[in-house]
């Protein structure tokens, strides 16, 4: 019964019908298109879709696959992970950025296929373990996710280990009440670098006025903003593609491939690029609360 039910919300969600009862149904559509695996930098792989991540970790007991795409999206991350050589058995270590159905969606199936365990915030744990946010455009029935337990719950500075590899928490409650930023130092040729597996900072169509699930959101966002001012990344893995130029990025690795380039800079290392988006999405933060704090004061 429940692969019946999970078939029949992937067939839902690949069909532009659903953009009349989902807000993101057109959008889920481009975000599930296949996109080929690859090597980012080091030790970490892309093994998402075309439009939402999933990062796969290399160590030396295992592997760490940080989201899971959406409920439709999980064949395609097996897939990936598959293509490069791997086993999705191999994977020990489950964490997620954020509980919304489009990097969330997928984990019960990642979870089940792999045996892995699943670390997630202590503020995200509740959605993830219902399967549904309670609030906002994501909280239609068309974008509930299958429910997905948590084995080890952090808060903001925990650390996860496997294989020599450690990943620490930033949390920023905002566009989820545990919204988690992983973030790893790694060596690309001679180089040190800060990598940041950015959870977001988007509104997402979220009330930030008079939201009775989440009555703190606005000055979440607002604490997190700071937060994230004063942290330094030049390796920028976002968990959406248009968030990081992933498209343009790829184009470049291929270039540099198809020419045999030796010693061309990794497209994925941008300095500064982490405070433009913080920057563009706070922005639009502010743009948005203002709009809904007219809305709100309107007789």
């Excluded at 950025?97 to 365990?117: E, V, Y």
């Excluded at 045999?260 to 800079?265: E, I, T």
Aim: proline share 6%; with cysteine.
């Amino acid at each position: 019964m429940k692969k019946i039910a999970l078939a029949a919300l992937a067939a839902l969600s690949l069909s532009p019908a659903l953009a009349q009862t989902d807000p993101f149904g057109q959008a889920r559509i481009f975000w599930n298109k296949p996109q080929k695996p690859f090597r980012v930098i080091d030790n970490i792989y892309y093994v998402g879709t075309a439009g939402v991540s999933a990062w796969l970790i290399w160590t030396l007991q295992g592997f760490i696959l940080i989201d899971g795409g959406l409920p439709e999206s999980a064949p395609i991350i097996e897939a990936n992970i598959k293509t490069l050589g791997f086993d999705i058995k191999d994977v020990k270590l489950l964490l997620n950025s954020h509980a919304h159905f489009d990097h969330a969606g997928g984990l019960a199936k990642l979870k089940r296929d792999s045996g892995a365990r699943l670390t997630a915030s202590a503020g995200d744990k509740p959605i993830l373990e219902m399967g549904r946010v309670t609030f906002g455009p994501s909280s239609v029935p068309a974008d509930h996710f299958p429910p997905v337990k948590v084995d080890r719950t952090i808060k903001d500075g925990d650390t996860v280990m496997l294989g020599g590899v450690v990943l620490t928490a930033v949390v920023t409650p905002g566009h989820s009440p545990g919204c988690t930023n992983w973030t790893m130092p790694i060596v690309e040729g001679t180089g040190d670098h800060n990598v940041i597996f950015f959870c977001s900072m988007t509104t997402g169509g979220n009330p930030l006025v008079d939201n009775r699930q989440y009555p703190t959101i606005a000055a979440d966002y607002k604490s997190s903003f700071a937060r994230l001012k004063t942290y330094d990344a030049d390796v920028l893995l976002a968990a959406h593609g248009d968030q990081m130029g992933l498209a343009r990025k790829i184009a470049a690795m291929e270039e540099n491939a198809k020419n045999k380039v030796v010693g061309a800079p990794n497209p994925f290392v941008v300095k500064g690029e982490l405070q433009r988006l913080i920057a563009a999405q706070e922005k639009a933060f502010d743009a948005e609360l203002k709009q809904q704090q007219a809305a709100q004061a309107k007789p």
